[in-house]
């Protein structure tokens, strides 16, 4: 059981902690760059799941992509997919949860960088493109760095949403949250205190790595 929640749940942190660092980065970016009137509203609607309870997001995930959701029926019927209760219906729930950290954390490390740095190299001719992967994220690394870091460590323990989409289906989408959560439930005290120990020590190592990228050089 054990093997089994660590391997899935690392593999679903993986793949949310992917699609979370792009697209985190991109919105952090985006609102640190542009002013546009609604931009506080943006990103409060985009650091929402950070603040509902996530049983409450999950529900929200489940009423979107549900066999008869608003994108789950149409997907279904078009295409015979289902989402919950999969690997991609734990992923997806990892991914929304944890990514408002990411999200701020990208929008603070692009407000702290010097915007004339970028000015310069477009007036050098650099690319949009180019001054962004030269330029703008080297200069946001570390920030980008602790971002993802966080957000790896929240899909990895990510619980609520998971279990209102993906459900506690052991060997499919029994994460290492949901085993700890099972193990109690069936007074299994050792294995359930194992896990609370395995997922304790990967949160104190990505607190170490995230209080280290954030000291000043």
């Known amino acids: 059981m054990i093997a089994a929640a660590l391997g ?28 546009f009137r609604g931009r506080e509203i943006v990103d409060a609607l985009l650091t929402l799941p950070l603040v509902l309870p996530p049983t409450v997001t999950g529900y929200g995930l489940l009423v979107l992509l549900g066999r008869h959701g608003w994108l789950g029926g149409p997907l279904r019927a078009a295409t015979g997919l289902t989402i919950p209760f999969t690997f991609g219906a734990c992923a997806i729930a990892a991914a929304v949860m944890a990514f408002p950290l990411m999200h701020r954390a990208a929008r603070v490390a692009f407000d702290d960088t010097d915007a004339r740095y970028a000015i310069a190299a477009a007036s050098l001719g650099a690319s949009p493109s180019r001054t962004l992967l030269a330029v703008e994220i080297p200069l946001a690394r570390r920030g980008l760095a602790a971002g993802i870091a966080l957000a790896f460590a929240r899909a990895l323990g990510e619980f609520g949403a998971t279990l209102m989409l993906a459900g506690n289906i052991p060997g499919r989408t029994q994460t290492l949250p949901l085993a700890v959560y099972e193990a109690a439930m069936l007074g299994e005290s050792r294995a359930a205190l194992l896990l609370c120990l395995l997922l304790t020590g990967v949160s104190v190592v990505v607190l170490l790595l995230v209080g280290r990228l954030g000291r000043p050089r």
Do not use: F
């Open 8 to 35: 899935l749940s690392i593999a679903v942190a993986a793949v949310a902690t992917t699609v979370v660092a792009v697209a985190g980065a991109a919105t952090g970016r985006l609102l640190a760059r542009r002013a």
